[in-house]
């Protein structure tokens, strides 16, 4: 089975074609009460080593940047998003996030003992293959990665997939342009790519928001978004999701989340 392909509408301004992905409308403040709220934060706080040298590869507003950082751990932040480092330097101009290619580091090899990647790698149409390697020749021999990407859940492919695909079909027919924006993979084949790069998977999660907040059904069902609450359900969304989390965890997540080891070279 191959990833599924999510389009988005193409945009023609140039602050559209720009590199990278634009925040606007969003709050540093905002993005740094989620991280108290998603359930990879416990896994961060398990494995990064204390000690050691972070970096943070896609790192958007800097939302775990600051967290982590607030934390006591040593943590840097790079981003090809030009608007999003200055808003993250706004906020604190101190803060060790720069602008910087995750394909093609200024860092030398090996500089780092964990990588953070949070919903970066997905992005590139060709794949994620040459992220991958880059995050390896960033990490020392015995480093650890920390990686989370969209996962094909059962419900997107039988619900929200489809639905996806009749309704950029139906858009199409009346002249709306689609541009590629980000694969969801099975965790098998996911967990492939790693394998290739030189990973060995110590642990994978399901990657979402803690009740009330919710990212998987948010994400794709836009009928049970709450009316009054961002991140949050309706009545019918939160009936759905405890359903579906009694049964599993991995039914209605948003992603999922592995720690991984770099293999020696």
């Not at 990278?20 to 409308?25: A, L, P």
């Not at 990588?115 to 149409?125: K, R, Y």
Request: aromatic share 12%; with cysteine.
């Amino acid at each position: 089975m191959a990833p599924y392909k999510i389009y988005c509408v193409t945009e023609s301004s140039p602050a559209a074609q720009t590199h990278g992905q634009c925040w606007s409308g969003e709050t540093i403040a905002e993005n740094l009460e989620l991280c108290n709220v998603q359930t990879i934060l416990p896994q961060l706080h398990r494995h990064l080593p204390r000690g050691g040298r972070i970096l943070e590869s896609g790192c958007g507003l800097g939302r775990w940047v600051f967290s982590l950082r607030d934390k006591g751990f040593d943590i840097t932040g790079i981003d090809l998003a030009a608007d999003a480092v200055d808003a993250a330097k706004a906020y604190d101009p101190a803060a060790p996030i720069f602008v910087d290619d995750v394909l093609r580091s200024r860092f030398p090899d090996k500089s780092f003992d964990a990588v953070i990647s949070l919903g970066v790698v997905e992005h590139f149409e060709e794949g994620p293959r040459a992220a991958l390697l880059e995050v390896r020749r960033l990490l020392k021999n015995g480093g650890t990665l920390f990686i989370s990407v969209p996962l094909q859940t059962v419900v997107r492919r039988w619900f929200a997939h489809p639905v996806k695909d009749l309704y950029r079909w139906y858009r199409a027919r009346r002249g709306v342009r689609f541009e590629f924006e980000e694969y969801r993979f099975s965790r098998r084949e996911f967990e492939a790519y790693l394998d290739a790069a030189g990973f060995d998977v110590l642990s994978v999660i399901p990657d979402d928001f803690l009740p009330p907040k919710n990212l998987g059904l948010y994400a794709d069902f836009r009928f049970l978004h709450s009316k009054h609450r961002k991140w949050e359900l309706n009545a019918a969304g939160r009936t759905l999701a405890s359903a579906l989390r009694s049964i599993s965890p991995w039914l209605g997540c948003a992603g999922a989340h592995w720690v991984c080891r770099k293999r020696p070279d």
